[in-house]
């Protein structure tokens, strides 16, 4: 797994929603309970990607293995049950997003 930082000063969540990291270019959200317009994280199942931005703060993991993306899925899912809160993969109502997920195994994560 490799990662990357960055910092966006002014920034929200919705430049990426609706940009960097829209169901156009393969991205589902990852939907919990802390989500707000300073707090979102995104998965693309094709790219093996998950970026997460807190409040200006941008990481960005790029796993090697399917088998290794589904574990950091895996990983994300339990901190939040762990945690008190609720976690689901919005495939955005992309066929091909929700089929590579299931391929993954992590369909029992998507709502």
């Known amino acids: 797994m490799t990662t990357e930082h960055r ?12 940009n960097g990291c829209s169901y ?7 939907d919990t309970d802390q989500d707000a317009w ?3 994280t995104w998965a693309n199942p094709t790219t093996r990607t ?3 931005y807190a409040e200006g703060d941008l990481t960005i ?3 090697e293995t399917d088998a290794e993306f589904a574990s ?3 990983d994300l ?3 939040n049950a762990d945690n008190g809160y609720t976690f689901g993969i919005d495939p955005m109502c992309n066929a091909a997003i929700e089929a590579a ?7 029992d994560l998507l709502h």
């Not at 156009?24 to 990852?30: C, E, L, P, T, V």
């Not at 997920?101 to 369909?107: A, D, K």
């Open 7 to 18: 910092f966006y000063v002014n920034g929200d969540r919705y430049a990426l929603d609706f």
């Open 24 to 30: 156009k270019k393969g991205y589902a959200q990852i």
């Open 38 to 40: 300073y707090f979102g």
């Open 50 to 52: 998950i970026v997460n």
């Open 61 to 63: 993991e790029r796993a």
């Open 72 to 74: 950091r899925i895996r």
């Open 77 to 79: 899912a339990k901190w």
């Open 101 to 107: 997920f299931r391929t993954l195994g992590l369909g």
